[in-house]
T-cell receptor
Framework: DSGVTQTPKHLITATGQRVTLRCSPR?????VYWYQQSLDQGLQFLIQ???????AKGNILERFSAQQFPDLHSELNLSSLELGDSALYFC?????????????FGPGTRLTVL | AQKVTQAQTEISVVEKEDVTLDCVYE???????LFWYKQPPSGELVFLIR??????QNEISGRYSWNFQKSTSSFNFTITASQVVDSAVYFC?????????????FGAGTTVTVRA
C-alpha cells in the first residue's frame, strides 16, 4: 500500500459527459501528479501540482483540468468525454517539488467511456 | 520521436531463469533521469529505481540489477533467479526535467511472465 488513495476505483460513463477523479496523496507529500495509461498512448504524464499550484504540464488535453486543494487532495476533471478517454488514470505523490524523486502511485481509477 | 524504446514486448521464462529487459533512450540533455517501474497484475505502479545521468554505476538490489551505459544510451534491467511474483509489466522512463518543466516519457513496457 503506497498510502495514495484514489476514488472511485471504476467509473463508467457516456460520451459527452463530465467526471471527476479524486486523489489523496500520502501524508506529508506536497506534490501530486496525474498520469493516463491507455492502450493507444501508453503511459503519459498529464500534470503536476505542488502545494496547491500547478507546476508542470504534460500531454493534458484542454478538456481536462485539475486542481489541488488546501488539504492537498487533488481532483482531475475530464469533460466532453470521448471514447478515446477510456483509460486507467493514476495519481502519484512525492514529498517535495522535485519531480524526479521517488513518486508513490495510487491504485488508479479505471474510466470506461461508452 | 520515441524517447524511450523497450524493444521487447513480452518475455516468458521459467522460474529461476534470469531475465534482462532492454531500455534504450534518446535525449540531447546532459542532465536527465532514468527510471524503472513495475506494474503487477493488480495494476498499481511501483517505483523500482532512479538513476541520474551523471551516475553510471551499476546497481544491485536483491535479485534486481541495473546496467546504465551512456555510450549506448541504454539502461537495462536484470532479474536474477526469477520468481512467479516477478510477473508484471515493466516500464522504463526518461525524465528530461528542468525547473518547472517536468517531462517524463515512458517506454511501451515489457510484459514478463514467469512460469512455475
Amino acid at each position: 500500500d503506497s498510502g495514495v488513495t484514489q476514488t472511485p476505483k471504476h467509473l463508467i460513463t457516456a460520451t459527452g459527459q463530465r467526471v471527476t477523479l479524486r486523489c489523496s496523496p500520502r501524508s506529508g507529500d506536497l506534490s501530486v501528479y496525474w498520469y493516463q495509461q491507455s492502450l493507444d498512448q501508453g503511459l503519459q504524464f498529464l500534470i503536476q501540482y505542488y502545494n496547491g499550484e500547478e507546476r508542470a504540464k504534460g500531454n493534458i488535453l484542454e478538456r481536462f483540468s485539475a486542481q489541488q486543494f488546501p488539504d492537498l487532495h487533488s481532483e482531475l476533471n475530464l469533460s466532453s468525454l470521448e471514447l478515446g478517454d477510456s483509460a486507467l488514470y493514476f495519481c502519484a505523490s512525492s514529498l517535495g517539488l522535485d519531480p524526479v524523486g521517488e513518486q508513490f502511485f495510487g491504485p488508479g481509477t479505471r474510466l470506461t467511456v461508452l | 520521436a520515441q524517447k524511450v524504446t523497450q524493444a521487447q514486448t513480452e518475455i516468458s521464462v521459467v522460474e529461476k531463469e534470469d531475465v534482462t529487459l532492454d531500455c534504450v533512450y534518446e535525449t540531447r540533455d546532459t542532465t536527465y533521469y532514468l527510471f524503472w517501474y513495475k506494474q503487477p497484475p493488480s495494476g498499481e505502479l511501483v517505483f523500482l529505481i532512479r538513476r541520474n545521468s551523471f551516475d553510471e554505476q551499476n546497481e544491485i538490489s536483491g535479485r534486481y540489477s541495473w546496467n546504465f551505459q551512456k555510450s549506448t544510451s541504454s539502461f537495462n534491467f536484470t532479474i536474477t533467479a526469477s520468481q512467479v511474483v516477478d510477473s508484471a509489466v515493466y516500464f522504463c522512463a526518461l525524465s528530461e526535467s528542468r525547473v518547472n518543466d517536468y517531462k517524463l516519457s515512458f517506454g511501451a513496457g515489457t510484459t514478463v511472465t514467469v512460469r512455475a
